[in-house]
């Protein structure tokens, strides 16, 4: 990918820039906490976005999406803004640091991923993480590694209409190879839980049906939180999100808000607290109640937040069936992943039968990605 990025960038701009990358993510647990206030449990992945980026000395960004094959210049005031879809997350960050004060000017980039899009791995921090480090340290702006998160996004939330939480800016950039991070999404405190699963794997199961974030499903479900935490907060004048309410508080308003909004609640305490229950149980070293901790999030994802699918459920079942340690659908839903945490001795079966049995049903076979935990946001050498 490096050398074909090189020879495109020369191709276009007949000279060398540097490079830098960022990686999409997984997330072991702790799925729509994130945008509560409660705790995540994500990993940067050997899979990301690859720029190479040199300053022009103009006003103007010219950028090349390899994979796409499409080209795009833009300038730097909140008028120039690209229609391209892919090209506004670069924009974003461009806005959003300015924003924050930073003087920045025009450059020439060239840029591929290998995160595979739409399924769960969150190909858009990757690529928002890659330009907001590279600008950071081309300007030498200093930006310390908490706001250059935030500033992706904020491009989510001001340049693309998703109203994302932190998590996937975080992974992408503050990722460590061989660990797992638990992120406090209301107090930004985050811990490293050295992750060396001995005889397990870490594999995606991908359904191969995409999701659209900007949907409304998500914001709708952001929504819910909402209404149910000011409920709970009118009892309870400490709940400034669910991660703050208990399961006897969402209880005690059940009559003064929607059984949709309830179900929403009751899954985002539920799934805040199993956070907790896997980092207990890592630190025994016990991958069995890590597994049974993916069930449980997964039943909840598919029967109280509706965020699943039939693929994504079906791929479950197999996995339950398959004894598989633990599975359920990984990112925001509707499509993409399931994550898996399977036993060496299970994995071929296990793979062969997710693949044959899924292509029976829907007619297509699912993707498969080993997932190797790996360094986030950095220039390479």
């Not at 638990?182 to 397990?200: A, I, N, Q, S, V």
């Not at 993916?294 to 996995?319: K, Q």
């Not at 693949?355 to 360094?375: H, M, N």
Request: with cysteine.
């Amino acid at each position: 990918m490096k050398a074909k990025v090189a020879e495109k960038f020369r191709t276009l701009f007949g000279e060398e820039g540097d490079f830098f990358t960022s990686a999409g993510r997984i997330n072991l647990i702790g799925e729509h906490t994130d945008y509560n206030g409660g705790f995540v449990f994500p990993g940067a992945v050997d899979k990301g976005i690859l720029a190479e980026i040199k300053l022009n000395g103009t006003e103007k960004v010219c950028v090349f999406a390899l994979d796409l094959d499409e080209y795009v210049e833009f300038g730097l005031n909140e008028e120039d803004a690209p229609s391209q879809s892919w090209a506004r997350y670069v924009f974003g960050v461009c806005r959003e640091v300015i924003k924050r004060g930073g003087k920045i000017s025009g450059f020439n980039a060239v840029f591929a991923g290998d995160v595979p899009l739409g399924a769960g791995m969150s190909s858009s921090a990757a690529l928002e993480s890659t330009f907001a480090f590279a600008l950071n340290y081309l300007f030498n702006l200093g930006i310390d590694k908490f706001e250059l998160a935030r500033i992706g996004q904020s491009t989510e939330h001001n340049y693309c209409g998703v109203k994302c939480g932190i998590m996937d800016q975080f992974a992408s950039i503050f990722g460590k190879a061989g660990s797992l991070m638990r992120l406090d999404c209301k107090t930004m405190e985050y811990k490293y839980y050295p992750f060396h699963p001995e005889g397990y794997r870490l594999v995606l199961v991908d359904s191969v049906v995409k999701h659209e974030l900007a949907s409304s499903a998500y914001n709708k479900r952001r929504e819910s939180c909402e209404r149910a935490a000011a409920a709970i907060r009118a009892n309870h004048p400490e709940v400034e999100f669910l991660r703050d309410a208990k399961l006897e508080w969402l209880e005690e308003v059940k009559d003064r808000i929607s059984q949709e909004d309830y179900m929403r609640a009751e899954y985002v305490i539920d799934e805040v607290e199993r956070v907790l229950d896997v980092c207990d149980a890592l630190e025994r070293d016990d991958y069995e109640t890590v597994g049974q901790k993916m069930y449980e999030t997964h039943y909840g994802m598919s029967r109280l937040y509706e965020v699943s699918c039939e693929e994504l459920d079906f791929l479950n079942d197999i996995a339950r069936e398959c004894g598989v340690t633990g599975s359920r659908v990984m990112g925001g839903g509707f499509g993409g992943c399931t994550i898996n945490l399977v036993k060496n001795e299970l994995y071929d079966s296990f793979i062969a039968r997710a693949k044959s049995a899924y292509k029976e049903k829907f007619g297509r076979e699912p993707k498969v990605y080993d997932v190797v935990i790996s360094d986030g946001a950095r220039k390479l050498e």
